[in-house]
């Protein structure tokens, strides 16, 4: 982590090595993640961890809401321009009365939340029955607290990242994975040996031990860059005000995107009772647990180190800077994104199986259907990590209203959409297609308005890089296919072993194929990619003579 503490040094950061070390550490957490999610369903199976899954919606709909979402992103703009104007000490009595003000508010909602779990759980999971309904709303009052942790460590990981601090807030959430899954799984363990619903109260507190974790280690290289963290009530001010203005409609935005949340898991929640539907809810959650993985480790990562450059940018009056800034993003991104989208289609159920079909509680079925939701996230994998990059960029451009418009579209359109394709008969897996039609049209619509707000983004550059990604996917899908064909298709007959031997093989070789095709087409991001390698390997050589 010392690398990535580094960064901060005085003068323009190093953005390639910035992304690189936020992408390991979100990589780190994502995998744990997945760790947690298969360890879970492992023991639980996916009808009784549907209900822990509908239980901790609420509590990650209000850290998505309040916390990651709209009071990371305000807070970041308005003290990166602190630091850009005014200078350190201005953004930190900024950050004692935003922090101050973030512990008052959300204390009182966690209580709020407590109190009223079981009216919360009837909006977002209106299809539980009996004592389905009442274990999920005593869980989402277990988890509560969460919120009020998860909140002020997303402050502090905002002050870190403008002082160009970013490995150890990127590994902050693999802390909550750790503590979620050993915390989670003694005490459930002790409440319950069998692994029963009883035990899901053990992966309710585990939750709370994660989110103290992902708050506490990030408290050292905090006070390492300067800031001495205390109470300040005088809420009267402007950068109080600036960060409130910010966060108003970033907090509508993101109310829109858990509205779909809310609506996708009520669908899937009248799902359960479908013949064949029993485990709706833990298979989308299975594929978008996947999905998370390159949304993670590419977009949130060159997002994470994109909106605090972007916002100083701006705040120096350096747009055409900002829009080189922001074009090269958004085509990283999508050189990183849709190979994995491909990789995810073509490879669904053998990865699905891999790494989720162990013990009694896990069937083959689940398996399949779960890989069926995987395909379908899979189409707008690029579009969310694109708006990943692009949403930020409205703030940091003072055109706040602009992402919560576009948000209020994507609430109709999703409805819409879950309405008619599980009238249509398609289950999870229309749910899940609905999900990457509504990130794809918000995606374009951000894009187009976007270009009309700066005038231009480059877009000829773009559709060039696009067109020579596309003919290096299409290596990458055949490679799949042929693979398939040589030893995949034989799949029931390995062991587990064999299996892992040859879905790495096969990913291995498909990632290779893309690469010497982007090489030979000589797609700029590809060299980029080899010349951060090149660097990183003199250094280390450098660093060992």
């Known amino acids: 982590m010392a690398e990535a503490e580094s960064t901060q040094i005085a003068g323009r950061p190093r953005t390639g090595r ?39 919606r609420i509590p990650n709909l209000l850290r998505d809401l309040f916390a990651e979402g709209a009071l990371s992103t305000a807070f970041i703009t308005v003290f990166s321009r602190k630091i850009a104007k005014e200078g350190d000490a201005s953004a930190w009595r900024l950050a004692h009365k935003i922090g101050t003000l973030t512990f008052v508010v959300m204390g009182i909602i966690t209580l709020l939340g407590i109190y009223f779990a079981p009216n919360l759980v009837s909006l977002v999971a209106d299809g539980f029955e009996g004592q389905d309904a009442v274990l999920t709303a005593q869980l989402t009052a277990t988890m509560f607290p969460f919120i009020l942790m998860v909140s002020v460590a ?39 040996r069998g692994f029963g619903q009883r035990a899901l109260f053990g992966l309710a507190y585990g939750t709370l031990i994660g989110g ?26 402007p950068g109080v005000f600036e960060v409130l203005k910010i ?28 013949p064949g539907q029993e485990g709706a809810i833990a298979w989308l959650n299975n594929a978008f647990r996947l999905m998370q993985l390159p949304l993670g480790i590419f977009g949130v990562a060159i997002a994470t ?22 074009a090269k993003g958004i085509r990283l991104v999508f050189f990183l994104t849709i190979p994995s989208s491909v990789g995810l289609w073509m490879l669904g159920e053998p990865i699905m199986s891999v790494i989720y079909q162990h013990g009694s509680k896990v069937t083959h079925h689940d398996v399949v259907q779960s890989a069926h939701a995987l395909r379908y996230y899979a189409l ?42 599980v009238r249509l008969g398609w289950g999870h897996q229309g749910l899940a297609m609905s999900t990457g039609c509504v990130a794809l049209t918000n995606f374009a619509l951000l894009y187009w308005l976007m270009r009309r707000e700066i005038g231009q983004l480059d877009t000829r550059r773009l559709i060039i890089s696009l067109v020579k990604i596309f003919l290096a996917a299409d290596a990458m ?48 991001e590809m060299q980029d990619v080899i010349d951060a390698v090149n660097r990183k390997l003199s250094r280390n050589r450098s660093t060992s003579n």
């Not at 690189?20 to 298969?38: H, K, T, W």
Request: glycine letters at 6%; a positive charge.
């Open 247 to 274: 966060m108003a409609p970033a907090v509508i935005s993101a109310a829109a995107v858990q509205v779909n949340v809310m609506v996708n898991t009520s669908f899937a929640a009248d799902l359960r009772y479908v």
């Open 305 to 326: 180190v994109s909106l605090p450059l972007l916002s100083k940018n701006i705040a120096l009056g350096n747009r055409d800077d900002f829009r080189a800034n922001l």
């Open 154 to 192: 997303a402050q502090v990981m905002g002050m870190l990242n403008a002082k160009h601090v970013f490995g150890w807030p990127a590994m902050a959430s693999s802390f909550f994975n750790i503590g979620s899954i050993v915390g989670g799984l003694t005490i459930g363990w002790f409440i319950d």
């Open 380 to 421: 707008g994998l690029t579009a969310y990590a694109g708006m990943k990059v692009l949403a930020p960029a409205f703030y940091a451009l003072d055109r706040r209203k602009t992402p919560m418009m576009v948000s209020f579209f994507s609430i109709a359109l999703n409805y819409g959409l879950n309405a008619y394709f």
């Open 18 to 56: 910035a992304t690189a070390i936020v992408s390991v550490a979100v990589m780190c957490s994502r995998v744990l993640g997945l760790i947690r999610e298969v360890a879970f369903t492992a023991l639980f199976g996916t009808r009784d961890l549907s209900i822990f899954i509908a239980s901790f």
């Open 477 to 524: 899908a055949l490679v799949c296919l042929g693979c398939d064909w040589l030893f995949l298709s034989k799949w029931d007959k390995m062991g587990f072993l064999l299996q892992a031997l040859a879905l790495g093989l096969t990913i291995t070789l498909a990632i290779a194929a893309f690469a010497a095709v982007a090489r030979a087409l000589k797609l700029r």
């Open 212 to 237: 103290f974790l992902q708050l506490a280690v990030q408290i050292p290289p905090l006070l390492r860059a300067g800031y001495r963290p205390r109470l300040d009530f005088r809420f009267r001010d």
